[in-house]
């Protein structure tokens, strides 16, 4: 192919580019400081998981002065890295740039740090959750050194803390690294109780205005999700509206269960796997799929 041809392709579709692009000038980052560092938020949330679970993630822990050095060096590095990842977002959302962001994002972060223990606390009940709902568990330090589910409840509860604290960006980038890592969707949005257990996991989607009592137990490909949200008059969906269900207490989903729109599952309710529920269920229910319309299949007619 001549290099004529390859010039003028490639420049053609350079000015196409640019000259398409003109309306979208005002979403670029004006800076690369303004845009947070993906790299270093996977550095924090590895950071964190060995704060919360010393041990099993970074450094063995063999004495009791080592905890104290370990967790302490640790807490120090994290200061510096989430500080400035948090001053990265909020410039990156303001567009801007200034002390007063600067200090705001140093308060974040120490406050984020006071929340440290809290979290471990709520961390531990889903540990104790998953244990309690597998035979399979040999004991709580295989579950949390091995099962995803931990893994994607470390990084939901880091960011829905986050997110709280009014952190922007940074809650759902921590929550897709879940997403990526262990096939577990979470949106930090949602609230969730203690003793909360994901069997297997894979295909599990919880959306951003979820509320989830204590003791609820899902298993695998289970959605909670929206069937429908409003639009306000440009025709955009209205933020923040109230669009996923409510779990109540004592709760357990199975298997591929669909769960959607604004309803509520009431306490101390089994909800079959494969069901699909649009409308509020009663306490102490328990749902299961409809009959089955054909028993037997011969000769592999409807497979």
Partial sequence: MALSEISITLEKTVNHLVHSGIDMLEYIPKSGKSLPSVESLKTIVEILREILFPGYFGKIITKPTMLAYSTGGNLEQLYELLSEQIHSGLCFNYKEDS???????????????????ETRRL?????KAMYDADPAAKNLEEIIFCYPTIRAMINYRLAHQLLVLKVPLLPRIISEMAHSETGIDIHPGATIGEHFCIDHGTGVVIGETCI???????????????KKFSLDDSGNPLKDEPRHPIIED?????????????????KNSVIGGNVWITNDVPPNSKITQAKVVQEHFYFGSGI
């Fill in 123 to 127: 961390l531990f009940t889903d540990v």
């Fill in 212 to 226: 989830i009592g204590n003791n609820v137990r899902l298993y695998q490909g289970v959605t909670l999700g929206a």
């Fill in 99 to 117: 002390d007063e962001i600067k200090t705001k994002a140093e308060r974040l972060t120490l406050d984020f740090i006071e929340s440290i223990p």
């Fill in 250 to 266: 004592n709760v357990v989903i199975y298997s591929n269960a669909n769960i959607l729109g604004r309803i509520v599952v009431g």
